[in-house]
């Protein structure tokens, strides 16, 4: 749906995205994962047009721009206004004729489930109903893209599983979606595709199922701390890691296992477990942002 | 889009009307109008009727637009930019805006000045709404310069800069053309220092011709930009506009909008960093 390639934002001296190149397939929910400051707002905002790349290009895929709702990090209302009456303002900029308006505006609330919130000033809303107050306005119009940033934050779980819930929702009525989280469990559970992003630079990007479902590890434990040994050990291949009494062989690394326990044998080490395990989106996402 | 811009518009005319900002104009329009046209003074010459709420309205529009830019200017409206095809819309309902709530303020004032005030014969009253629309359009453009919402980097400081310049050449041409000249004889001399010796005579010529001639070549060219201005006060104070005098509002309208599309490109192009 669109295509982000090469673009470089800074802000100042401060390299916000650091050319960034990935694209957003129709119909998937893409997942950006990163620590504070790692680029995901920046991000947003120049795919919802707020921000001017410095280079680099964002076009869509298909024949011209699509339709974009867009919920942004922080939930600022104009706060004088009622809930139904900000929809309502919102479902005007959207094209919607006069006569559906109406229409718009309840399937919307219904849809989040704040009818009856609909006469409530936003000032006297909870943290929760913003959310979903935030939520309801970028679904004003039904765009095809969803740009959600941070969704379900600071929400209970309870609040925040209703929110993924409703986000997969919208996935099977065939939006496209992107968000953000600093919530792995949250991608893990509604996420389609998985971004990570660290420093302004893309780390990871990959379907969730694949990156599950390809990537595994052997670890393996023994009986001390590691010494002389662990330089050796390294030396083998640069995906094996040695720390403390631990030795972990990634990808392709995982074929010296027999050579690395001969090594460790040799040298007196006990081995107290050795196990062959699949990667995590914990350890995926440790790995990019390390 | 006429959708779009009216809803936008109602919407920043109801945050204006409703806010503090907006109870104060209105306080100050009937400050305004008790001070310069209380009903117990004596009756105003039109013409002073016509420039004086014409002024009041150019300032209130001046205001509204810098305090409706600064609402407009919040983070709250991101989502709302974000529905737009074109940014431009944003901005222009924020124009409208100020625009319709200084000129029915000013309407308001012009309305009670009218208890006990002139009798205004039709001249005077076709000369009102083309003077008073045109100056309250350049001073909504104007406004939306000089807030954050719309400058770059240093545009305002260019805009009102070059701004000055032509006020201050206007009513210093003189001293204008002498230094303009002065600094051309001293540049023609350096670089004859330097054996450039066609390059500084040039110079030397074109100092003396801004010297010999400087108050038509100079006083000429930074008049000929407030001449609409001067105009519309004449044809006001002589209560019909002559053949070239009727041109007056639409220069000024022409430099709104020329002054309205840099605002435009200004605000299209950069990043919309609204304070939260």
Known sequence: MIEISQVTKKFQRVVALDNVSLSIPKGEVVGLLGPNGAGKTTLFKLMAGLLRADSGKIRPLGSGWPAVGYKPERLLFPNELR?????HLMAGLCNIPRNEVEDAVLESLVRVDLLDAAGKRIKDCSKGMRQRLALAQALIGDPPLLLLDEPSNGLDPEGQADINRRIKQLNEAGK???????????????????????????????????ALATRTHTIVQ???ELGEISDMLRALHPEVYARGNQIILREEAMQLRRQVLVMLLDANYDLLHVEEKRVTLDEIYAEAVR | MIQRLLVLTGYFLRRLIFSLS???????????????????????????????IG????????????????????????????????????LAAVL?????????????VAGLALINGPSLVMNSLMVIPPVWFAVNSIAAVLALHASDFVTVNWSRVYIFGVLAVFL????????????LSNRLIGLSRSVMNSGQIDLGSSLSELAMRISENNSEL???????????????????????????????????????????MLAADLFGSKDLDFLE
């Open chain 1, 83 to 87: 809930v139904s009456e900000y929809l």
């Open chain 1, 176 to 210: 496209t979606i992107v968000l953000s989280s600093h919530q792995i469990h949250e991608i893990t559970e509604v996420c389609t595709e998985l971004v990570i992003l660290n420093r302004g630079r893309v780390h990871y990007n990959n379907r969730i199922d694949s």
């Open chain 1, 222 to 224: 023994v009986d001390r």
């Open chain 2, 22 to 52: 907006g109870i104060i104009y209105i306080i100050f329009g009937m400050i305004f109008w008790l001070l310069f046209f209380s009903p117990g003074q004596g009756t105003p010459d039109s013409e002073y009727y016509i420039l004086v």
């Open chain 2, 55 to 90: 002024a009041f309205g150019a300032v209130i529009t001046f205001l509204s637009a810098l305090t409706v830019a600064a609402r407009a200017n919040r983070a709250a409206n991101y989502p709302m930019v974000v529905r737009l095809p074109s940014r431009v819309e944003f």
């Open chain 2, 96 to 108: 409208f805006t100020a625009m319709i709530f200084a000129a029915a303020l000013q309407l308001l």
């Open chain 2, 168 to 179: 201050f050449g206007q009513n210093a041409r003189e001293p204008v053309g002498t230094w």
């Open chain 2, 218 to 260: 100079l006083g000429n060219a930074f008049g000929l930009v407030f001449w609409p201005f001067r105009a519309m006060a004449d044809a006001v104070v002589a209560r019909s506009f002559g053949p070239a005098q009727a041109l007056a509002p639409a220069i000024v309208l022409l430099y709104s909008t020329i002054l309205f």
